[in-house]
């Protein structure tokens, strides 16, 4: 009887330390807009890299989403 007792409190604990955090935009669908673009919510090099002339590293585009 202990050691079924111990497995599920060690079950219950394990359970409880796995939720998983969500991701904020995470299909990148909202963009915030200056003199580039960036997905909301994050950063990218383009603000180091667009005022001094070079091209954007990060671009929207439409894609694919699925399975």
């Not at 050691?3 to 963009?31: C, N, R, V, Y």
């Not at 003199?35 to 603000?47: E, T």
Request: aromatic share 10%; glycine share 10%.
């Amino acid at each position: 009887m202990k050691k079924q007792l111990l497995f599920t409190a060690a079950l219950l604990a394990m359970g409880s330390g796995l939720m998983a955090q969500s991701i904020p935009d995470g299909g990148f669908e909202t963009w915030t807009t200056t003199k580039w673009q960036d997905p909301q919510f994050f950063n990218s090099s383009n603000d180091q890299n667009v005022p001094q002339g070079a091209a954007a590293n990060v671009t929207q585009t439409t894609g694919y989403a699925g399975k």
